[in-house]
């Protein structure tokens, strides 16, 4: 998604101290994650991605779910089961869902602008990104 809206974003580095690569740069070997109950709605969802789409016929969008698989996450080994109505509310992510709404619907937009072209059917103005950018991080 990011690299066809071609959205100036930030990303953490999965780099820890010593160079080796890490999951998330919130987890310690020896006592696992060290912000859980202030965790961001990422590592809530995780190991389930959310992903929104708004089709040109619908009014509204539309949400849906999926799998990420990776190595590392020993939670697939576990033999119990859920719904993803159930993860999502053991989690505590409706809150966030919620106040999120917004922003998804904007990155949903400049993505649409990229792939069918903004108006006149124009590429976003390297201006407009930097713009974006700015207004949507606070990294001071």
Known sequence: MWNRAELPVAKLSMVDAEGGQNPSVFMDADSGCTVYEDRPVFCRYYP?????????SD????DFYFLVKEAHCKGHDEPDEQTVADFRRGQGVEEYDAR?????????KTVSWQILGGPYGQEMDPRTKKMFFMATRDLA
């Open 100 to 108: 999120n709404r917004g922003w998804m619907n904007i990155l949903m």
């Open 48 to 56: 389930l991605g959310l992903a929104t789409v708004k089709m040109m």
């Open 59 to 62: 009014t509204e969008a539309n």
